[in-house]
C-alpha cells in the first residue's frame, strides 16, 4: 500500500511569500511522510508571460523568471526529501513557457521547464498537458480540462474513468456506475493552495477553496481518495488539528 499527497494550483511568485495553506500542507507533509507526491500543475503563477499581462507595467517590472526558477527548485527540493516518487503534471500557467519559447526563439533554452528543474536528476516524473494523465493505479490525474459550473460531471462523462484534477480551484466530484459492468467511476476537483480572492478578479465572488488530496493506492491499484478541505482555521486529520 502507497500513499501519496495531491497538490496543485500554489501560484508561486518569487517577489510573494507562499499561501499559508500551502505552507501548512508543507507542515502536514512532515508528520504525514507520503510514499509519493503530485504536483498536479501551476506550482508558478509566471503572469510576466501571459498574453492577458503583457502591458501591465507593474507585473512586468516585478516578474523574474531566474527568481522563479529558484524558488521551483527549491519547492522540488522540498518534495524531493519527503517523497520516493514525485510526479509533476503540466497546468496552464507552465504552459506560458512553451508559447513565450515559440514566440522568443533565442532564448528557449533557458524556458525549458524540465532543464531549468533539472527533472532527470531529480527523477521527477514530468508529464505535459498534452499527454495521457498520470496513473495511481486505477485512479487518472490531470490538471483540468474544463471550467464550467458542472466540470466534474463533463470530465467525467468525457475521460470515462475515475480522475482527479484542480485547474478550477474548486472541490466538485461526479459518480457515475456503468451498468453494464457494474464499474463505479467517479471524478474529484480539488481545491487550490493560493489566494482565493487574487487581484485579477477585482473583487468578484468566486468560490474559490484551498485544500489538498489524500489518496491510498493497493497493490492490485484499488484506491481511496479523501478531499481535505482547509477552512479558515486549518483541518482535522488523524486525530490531529492543523492549524493556519
Not at 508571460?49 to 531566474?66: H, L, M, P, V
Request: charged share 25%; net charge positive.
Amino acid at each position: 500500500m502507497k500513499r501519496g499527497l495531491l497538490i496543485a494550483d500554489m501560484h508561486l511568485l518569487s517577489y510573494e511569500d507562499p499561501h499559508p495553506s500551502y505552507q501548512l500542507v508543507k507542515k502536514f507533509a512532515k508528520d504525514f511522510k507520503p510514499d509519493f507526491v503530485v504536483i498536479g500543475g501551476d506550482l508558478l503563477d509566471l503572469p510576466y508571460f501571459s498574453r492577458f499581462d503583457r502591458d501591465n507595467i507593474e507585473i512586468q517590472a516585478k516578474g523574474n523568471w531566474e527568481n522563479d526558477v529558484c524558488l521551483a527548485n527549491r519547492e522540488l527540493d522540498f518534495w524531493s526529501n519527503r517523497a520516493e516518487t514525485v510526479y509533476f503534471r503540466q497546468g496552464n500557467h507552465e504552459r506560458r513557457l512553451e508559447v513565450a519559447a515559440g514566440e522568443m526563439p533565442k532564448v528557449a533554452d533557458s524556458l525549458d521547464l524540465a532543464t531549468r528543474l533539472s527533472f532527470k536528476d531529480r527523477q521527477v516524473r514530468y508529464t505535459r498537458e498534452v499527454d495521457r494523465p498520470i496513473k495511481l493505479g486505477k485512479l487518472s490525474v490531470t490538471h483540468g480540462w474544463y471550467y464550467n459550473i458542472h466540470h466534474a460531471k463533463k470530465t467525467l462523462t468525457e475521460y470515462g474513468g475515475s480522475i482527479v484534477y484542480f485547474h478550477v480551484h474548486k472541490f466538485q466530484s461526479f459518480s457515475k456506475v456503468l451498468q453494464a459492468t457494474s464499474l463505479e467511476i467517479q471524478a474529484w476537483s480539488i481545491g487550490c493552495l493560493c489566494d482565493k480572492q487574487p487581484e485579477y478578479v477585482r473583487g468578484r465572488p468566486t468560490g474559490h477553496q484551498n485544500g489538498f488530496g489524500i489518496v491510498n493506492v493497493s497493490d492490485s491499484g484499488n484506491f481511496n481518495l479523501y478531499p481535505v478541505n482547509i477552512t479558515k482555521w486549518g483541518f482535522n486529520w488523524d486525530k490531529h488539528e492543523y492549524r493556519l
